[in-house]
């Protein structure tokens, strides 16, 4: 048996030789064609593909295609379209060369998108508690259980036929989405106010990152399949996305971003408790020198900043956020850089400290024009450190198009903020930034001021 394989192989290598063929002549036509100088590319705000945090893009599709066109040498021109429909019209009329979006491979998109790169397969799962009593393991055990879903969202249309393929007994609880979205569903989970609900794995695994207190492993639904897409006819660059993204460099950088955004935790208390406030020493951290020192260039009350030291870092120089943040103040580079702080000082607690205050009055003097009262506007400055001033301008005017106050933070903006989580929200006209997790920026605000009022009822000068 070894032995024919051996003739048969030296016949195919004689066969070669003979014809005068190459490796490099075996390389399919569509891979000799040249890549455009600029790749123009349509995608959505999302948790996942796209988004703007801290005034840096960021998402998993979004640093995927920039690498592509680095690796590549071609200039990225990202669009971004406000539904799926949306951006497969663009494709369509050639304005845009690729999707870099997870497109259904479905029926419905066969014929408009021929899928490239990296395949994702997803399922719907169900969300429930680690903690409190046995896990769900198989959905015949849902009878009798009460299902948490948005109202008219496909998890509802799934767990409605489930609850028809196993003869009855699940309790559905439909939420109008006017009230609810599925990561408050997510968060009522972990809090205990809910049950148990539905999302798609994806989504799942990066809140996962905000709730480790969360079991998502049983599927409820059929694999659901996805990828990036170019039109037909286009299927040459298509094959050149193929190639990129198998190759060993790409692989490595995606396995590298799936950790970042799927594994990471995005809460600080996740961190290790390297110190934690004992205001009975008299002291909020061992920077209080630094703060007063620097906060009484701004006339800012130093042990509010302080407050947000402790909810950044913990008071520990050495935390890299998942995002990138660096330092006792948890500055992101391209910020670093902007105010001068090299790559080497973000990690030096006076230059973190000191940068972070020019930070503050930067944000102070841009939302000066929109809230007047400055004790207010202090809790709308303290809400744009955390997410970057452009979600902070967009929810004061999502405010004022709603009916709230938009110079006034709790109930009203922070309200505003918690919108744009929502399509409906983050795609509307005065929103120039699209999608945020406000949940994460209302909390940060809120425990701040914990912090901050604490320290002040401590007599600590």
Known sequence: MLAAIATVAAALVAACSHSGSSAADEVPDSLRRPLPDTLRVGTLYSPTSYFIYREEPMGLDFDLVSR???????????????????????LDSGMIDLVAYEVPVTGEYRSRVVPCGVENITHQVLVQPRKRGELITDVTQLVGREVYVEKDSKYHHRMMNLNDEIGGGIIIKPVDRDTLITEDLISMVSDGEIPLTVVDSDIARLNKTYYNDLDITMEVSFPQRAAWGVAPGNEWLGDSIDAWISSENPRRQRA???????????????????????????????????????????????????????????????????????????????????????????TVNSQSIATAVKIIADLERSLSRKVADPVERRKFVVAAYNSGLAHILDAIALAEKTGANPTVWEGNVAQALLLKSKPEYYNDPVCKYGYFRGRQTVDYVNKVYGIYDRVKASNIQ
């Open 68 to 90: 592509l066109a680095a690796d590549k040498g071609m200039v990225l021109d990202l669009h971004v379209a406000p539904s799926l429909a949306r951006v497969v019209e663009m």
């Open 256 to 346: 590298g971003l799936l950790k970042r955004y799927f594994e990471l935790s995005k809460v600080s208390e996740e961190r290790p408790r390297t110190y934690s406030i004992d205001l009975s020493r008299g002291e909020v951290s061992p920077f209080d020198h630094l703060f007063r020192r620097y906060a009484s260039e701004i006339g800012w009350d130093w042990r509010l900043i302080a407050a947000q030291g402790f909810a950044e870092s913990r008071f520990d120089s050495t935390q890299v956020s998942w995002a990138g943040a660096r330092g006792v103040m948890q500055i992101m580079p391209r910020t670093a850089r902007a105010f001068g702080l090299s790559e080497d000082q973000m």
